[in-house]
């Protein structure tokens, strides 16, 4: 991996270059992790003049939940504690003879952007912008490989929910218990906080569980994802517990389906982000769900759970391959409860297939 990763250094370094600065500081935890290979807790990567450095206030550990760095980066650990890596590396940086230096502005807090400032004062302070993040959007192999083992193991810690009895547990202990079978399956952990919703709760994106506990004729609303060497998968599901569903329940699982199902065919090379967000929201618009409606149908997913693209209704830009997103429309219905279908996918060419479906758990209404 080590040739990956300094193609990627060096594809942000010729951009760095473009924009008049030779030298570069990356302080977000992903963007060091995408760069690095990882990005133990507070550690910061300097693209120098003469080297790159991973800065860190302690040695790595290797640890899943932290990577471990590119073998040929230089690792230096700040000598004393309470160091800030950001303000040692600008002092690297003014040693090393560089008159600008590209920091992510959006991640650094006005605090430790003075504290840089102050000492490197001859040093010129750019903007790196989301050039990092721009460079994640498009996805190789080895990553698309590991969101897969993610989406696996997401796929079997669901599976293994359904065959248990559901009745009568709470939503917290159902999400707990989703949680360690992640873990036992192989993740580096969940992927986010998993969301279980019964009754009333279902639906709706981005519940915290509660300890209401299931009842039979519930809609029972899952959301959860791995996480797999770093990197994010997510999976959505609607059930009916322990009868047949109500015609209600039917009529609403089959209309958020067809959204679903839209926006999964909308996925190619080329298709405008807002234009997949159009084709699930006008099915629930067309059936005179407008009003409620979550800000967006899906989002790209990797090193963070939510990354660019964004597939939102005024979003900008189009689709490029090996680009993964999420499509997960839903309808909630206050008092009732709702449906919500979320599949991670990645997008290929029609020549290739089409879209890939990674979590591949049935989307069939069952009645557990």
Request: glycine share 12%; proline share 6%.
């Amino acid at each position: 991996m080590s040739e990956v990763y300094a193609a990627r250094r060096e594809r942000l370094r010729e951009r760095c270059t473009a924009a008049g600065s030779a030298t570069a500081l990356v302080t977000r935890p992903a963007n060091v992790r995408y760069l690095a290979g990882a990005a133990p807790r507070h550690a910061v990567l300097l693209l120098g003049r003469g080297e790159d450095l991973l800065l860190c206030v302690g040695p790595p550990s290797g640890e899943a939940d932290e990577g471990r760095p590119d073998d040929a980066l230089r690792v230096q650990v700040l000598p004393r504690a309470g160091g800030d890596p950001a303000v040692a590396a600008a002092d690297v940086a003014a040693g090393q003879g560089a008159e600008s230096l590209a920091v992510e502005e959006h991640h650094l807090t006005v605090a430790r952007h003075r504290a840089i400032g102050s000492v490197a004062p001859r040093l010129r302070l750019a903007d790196l912008g989301g050039a990092v993040e721009q460079l994640r959007v498009i996805k190789d192999e080895e990553e698309i490989s590991c969101l897969r083992i993610g989406a696996e193991i997401a796929d079997q810690a669901l599976g293994e929910l359904l065959e248990s009895i559901l009745v009568g547990r709470t939503e917290r202990h159902l999400a707990l218990e989703l949680e360690r079978r992640l873990v036992d399956h192989g993740a580096d952990g969940p992927a986010f906080v998993t969301s279980v919703g019964t009754g009333p709760n279902s639906g709706r994106r981005g519940h915290r569980p509660t300890d209401r506990r299931v009842e039979e004729g519930d809609f029972l609303s899952v959301c959860l994802g791995a996480t797999y060497r770093g990197y994010r998968c997510e999976i959505g599901r609607t059930f009916v517990i322990g009868t047949s569903p109500a015609d209600w329940q039917i009529e609403l699982y089959d209309l958020v389906f067809a959204a679903q199902r839209a926006g999964r065919e909308a996925l190619a090379p080329g298709a405008a982000y807002r234009d997949v967000d159009r084709a699930a929201r006008q099915v629930l618009d067309s059936a005179g769900y407008a009003e409620g409606l979550p800000p967006l149908t899906g989002h790209g997913v990797g090193l963070e759970i939510d990354e660019d693209p964004q597939l939102a209704p005024a979003t900008m830009g189009k689709l490029d391959a090996c680009v993964p997103v999420t499509v997960e429309p839903g309808v909630h219905l206050p008092g009732r409860g709702g449906v919500r279908i979320d599949d991670t996918l990645v997008v290929r060419p029609e020549a290739d297939g089409g879209p890939e479906l990674l979590t591949i758990t049935t989307k069939e209404l069952l009645a557990l």
